[in-house]
């Protein structure tokens, strides 16, 4: 026991014995406890390394109210519910499975542990314990396709995506949105990497997409290997998952940063109100999940004005991309005027927008 | 200038006694690690090698990480008693879980009785598949097997990974990498309720007793220890040495093969990106940790389960880093091999001039190869 628990532990005691009541008011201060589980190292400055700080934020937050442990570099296979389900034992009250491999572990566990509360983020399957979250990374995105394209002088925008799941591909069509609107004479050029994190494949990427012209390079993967091919090559980047101007300073534009705090926070605090109810969460600029740490002074003021504008509009729901009329890019007509697309259709999306010269990959 | 000089007769009682006496002073080394980082080093201790298999639960975990790295190990210790380097178990093992995937996928709306031992066979024919390059590859071109193998592990890994992202992909599963999940026909029966203790473990088991019997009772398995001892007796005594290489590698193999499938039909029940998180490579220092021998290889498949979940454990209990599991892998295999190379070796302090130290590298090297055989 810790010795301000101990103060505390006597502090109740004796108030109890001296008002007469037993030890429940003890009782309620024991912290309650959050695990964690990470499918990276929490140094890989990326994904995992955003829901550290998320953790972090919720301890700084709580302080001794709360108890967090994580286990970090955890395989997507036969492992992870080995990890999760030891977490679930050791007591631990909300349980954050943060990568989408997680998802059947942590389906199987959450309906052995009816009484302890599941977050799995990014994945689609829900239980009465088992919730999930995602952040609306597009919103960010849309920000950095406008700035993108004011930057570009060969107007040839480069993209790395990593695999082609509905995220991504809301992605990289609401880039083309923003090209699109802000620029129509700038191309949108999409390379598939098939990882979120080889700092050698993404390198790779970036410097063919710049040998055929690109100058703004976007990037959906985790490692800042594009950013430093960008920096040596006086071409420009967009960080992504955490800030990543200090990668190169002269090529980073902005960095379009998933907060996981606020979210951590929001859903703890709702444990100890005991009002957590399983929902699939999907959060954006509004709420604080996703955030533009500041623009590089390279942009000219006028670029940078625009795009906190766009900001501020995305946060009152005046600026949303997914407005039809949108055709699909072999022409269909996909959201008709007047109508938006949902989340819930967002979340399945899998045709390209109108202007992307590419397929999706099989 | 340190010199090291036969000891002659090698010691059969020290050649055992060797990884008891690494997995000693592995655990001393971590007791100083653990008092340096301020971490109460008992605690520590009891909470890495104890507290993961305290209960019923946790035997059964211990179970379930070791079935793939015994199936695995216990293969190699066939090989390597030939003297054939097999480093492909990982992708032997990648391919058994695949093929067993492709099978598994075939029959996701049938709950027949024949549909698992199909997976598994196709399990195994992706591993014999996989190992049986190799093994072409070594006896009509004479191919370096450490080589080739190695090679072939990212190969596999990426097959996996394109039909994972490709062909077999889960229609339903919005394009992320997984596939649908198996039928329950197609899933290893638990052999123990309320634990994921599977039918892969009895297989393993039956694995292990099989290849003793092969090893010490067979005519086979003396063929394939004296090819291991020594190539040219081999040849002169009659053995067809292909046949054997063949026999040997298709042999461990199919047992990755089977350790895959099993990964895929069991605790996880579905295709996904990452099967193994290395047991194949985990399991060439079980085999040499046990002594190419059935019995060290069962202690030595559980010891190194054990590290895996401990470090899990120390994760969880102590918030101690994850390197910490690689960091007692790596001292207990650095043990072990020190430990057979004094076993083997004295040292003798010399005055010798630097001429010679090219030639103490290279005793040193022989040391350690031959300990390992």
Redesign the interface.
């Known amino acids: 026991m810790k010795r301000r628990q101990f103060h505390k532990l006597l502090a109740g005691v004796v108030a109890g014995a001296m008002l007469g009541l037993s030890v429940p008011a003890v009782h309620a201060e024991e912290p309650l406890k959050v695990g964690f589980v990470y499918v990276g190292p929490i140094g890989d400055h990326g994904w995992s390394y955003q829901h550290d700080q998320g953790r972090l934020s919720a301890e700084a937050h709580f302080g001794d109210k709360i108890k967090t442990t994580y286990v970090e570099n955890v395989a997507e296979g036969a492992d992870a519910e080995r990890v999760i389900r030891n977490l679930a034992k050791a007591g631990n009250d909300i349980i954050f499975t943060t990568s989408f491999g997680f998802m059947n572990p942590t389906v199987k566990v959450a309906k052995q542990f009816p009484n302890v509360k599941f977050e799995h983020a990014t994945g689609y399957k829900l239980s009465d314990n088992l919730g999930t979250y995602v952040s609306k990374t597009y919103e960010g995105r849309y920000v950095a396709g406008y700035v993108a394209s004011q930057m570009t002088k060969t107007n040839k925008i480069g993209y790395i995506a990593s695999f082609p799941i509905p995220e991504v591909i809301r992605d990289i069509n609401t880039v083309q949105l923003a090209l699109a609107k802000y620029n129509p004479n700038a191309e949108l050029k999409i390379v598939w990497v098939n990882t979120w994190f080889d700092p050698g494949k993404e390198a790779d990427a970036a410097n063919a997409m710049m040998d055929q012209g690109v100058d703004v390079i976007l990037q959906h993967t985790d490692s800042p290997a594009a950013m430093q091919a960008a920096e040596r090559r006086g071409a420009f980047a967009v960080g992504q998952a955490s800030d990543m101007t200090h990668f190169g300073p002269k090529a980073h534009l902005l960095s379009v940063v998933d907060e996981w705090g606020p979210h951590y926070i929001n859903r703890i605090q709702a444990v100890m109100d005991g009002s957590w109810k399983s929902s699939a969460m999907v959060e954006g600029m509004k709420e604080g999940a996703i955030v533009i740490p500041g623009f590089n002074e390279s942009i000219p003021a006028d670029v940078t004005a625009k795009a906190k504008e766009l900001i501020a509009g995305i946060k009152d729901g005046s600026v949303y991309p997914f407005t039809g009329p949108l055709k699909d890019n072999k022409g269909e007509m996909k959201v008709p005027e007047g109508t938006k697309l949902t989340f819930a259709d967002l979340e399945k999306m899998d045709w390209y927008v109108e202007g992307i010269k590419a397929e999706i990959p099989k | 200038m340190i010199k090291l000089e036969p000891r002659g007769e090698r010691s059969r009682l020290m050649s055992w006694l060797s990884p008891i006496l690494a997995a000693l002073l592995t655990m001393l080394t971590g007791l100083v690690l653990f008092t340096l980082l301020g971490v109460d080093p008992w605690q520590a201790l009891t909470t890495i090698l104890y507290k993961p298999i305290a209960d019923t639960?946790g035997l059964a975990?211990l179970a379930?990480?070791a079935t793939p790295i015994l199936l695995c190990a216990i293969g190699l210790s066939v090989v390597f008693k030939a003297q054939i380097w097999n480093i492909g178990a990982e992708g032997q093992l990648l391919m058994g879980g695949l093929f067993g995937s492709y099978m598994a996928l075939q029959f996701l709306d049938n709950d027949s009785g024949y549909v698992l031992p199909m997976v598994l066979l196709a399990g195994v024919a992706g591993g014999l598949f996989w190992a049986g390059i190799a093994a072409i590859l070594k006896v009509q071109f004479n191919t370096n097997e450490i080589l080739t193998t190695i090679m072939m592990n990212y190969i596999a890994l990426n097959i996996l990974?394109w039909a994972v992202?490709?062909p077999l992909k889960d229609p339903e599963g919005?394009?992320?990498?997984?596939s649908a999940?198996f039928s329950q026909s197609a899933i290893l029966p638990v052999l123990i309720d309320d634990t994921?203790v599977h039918f892969g473990l009895a297989l393993a088991l039956l694995a292990v007793v099989a290849i003793w019997v092969l090893m010490s009772r067979s005519f086979v398995g003396f063929q394939i220890r004296v090819l291991g001892l020594d190539r040219s007796a081999a040849r002169l005594s009659g053995f067809r040495e292909k046949r054997l290489i063949y026999f040997a590698l298709l042999l461990s193999g199919g047992l990755a093969g089977l350790a895959g499938v099993g990964?895929v039909a069991?605790?996880?029940?579905?295709l996904?990106?990452?099967?193994?998180?290395g047991y194949g490579y985990a399991a060439i220092i079980v085999a040499f940790l046990g002594r190419l021998h059935p019995l060290g290889i069962v202690l030595a498949t559980l010891l190194m389960a054990l590290l895996?979940?401990g470090g899990?454990?120390a994760?969880?209990?102590l918030?101690l880093?994850?390197a910490l599991t690689s960091l007692f892998q790596g001292l207990l295999l650095f043990y072990l091999l020190a430990c057979d190379v004094l076993i083997g070796f004295r040292l003798r302090l010399t005055t010798s001039k630097p001429a010679t130290a090219p030639a103490a590298a290279v005793a040193t090297d022989t040391a350690v190869i031959e300990a390992r055989g």
């Open positions: 639960y975990e379930v990480k990974l992202h490709g919005f394009n992320f990498p997984e999940m994921r990964e069991g605790p996880i029940g579905q996904i990106p990452s099967i193994s998180p895996y979940m899990e454990m994760q969880i209990e918030g880093p994850l």
